[in-house]
Nanobody
Framework: DVRLVESGGGLAQAGGSLTLSCVVS????????VGWFRQAPGKEHEGVSC????????HYADSVKGRFTISSDNTKNTVYLQMNSLSPEDAAVYYC????????????????????????WGQGTQVTVSS
């Protein structure tokens, strides 16, 4: 079975940092892309960042560019999301998702940030940011 398990969420102060982890099992990690999405109460799911494990290419939503960094450790089947300069607007449940890497590499942002584009997802981890 495919499993994605997120961790690292918690409470941070505005301007602070958190690092989220997503451990993936049940797929050939190298062939897949892993993305981070978030959902705040009353808001739509929002694509945040994703990485294509085959070539290391990364993509970011405009709202997090320059503040968030996604990385991947293929030896641990783990993807990280380093979040800096957090603001209350970043508070949400963060989910990691996985899909075939070539789809993400060859698709556009309209595809990458669509929930329907991703095949597998985890249970989420809560990020709270105090002002």
């Amino acid at each position: 079975d495919v499993r994605l398990v997120e961790s690292g969420g918690g409470l941070a102060q505005a301007g602070g940092s958190l690092t989220l982890s997503c451990v993936v099992s049940g797929i050939t990690f190298h062939d897949y892309a892993v993305g981070w999405f978030r959902q705040a109460p009353g808001k739509e799911h929002e694509g945040v960042s994703c990485i294509v494990n085959e070539d290391g290419s990364t993509h970011y939503a405009d709202s997090v560019k320059g503040r968030f960094t996604i990385s991947s450790d293929n030896t641990k089947n783990t993807v990280y999301l380093q979040m800096n300069s957090l603001s209350p607007e970043d508070a949400a449940v963060y989910y990691c998702r996985a899909t075939w890497g070539r789809k993400v590499a060859e698709g556009g942002d309209g595809d990458r940030w669509s929930s329907l584009y991703w095949d597998y997802w985890g249970q989420g981890t809560q990020v709270t940011v105090s002002s």
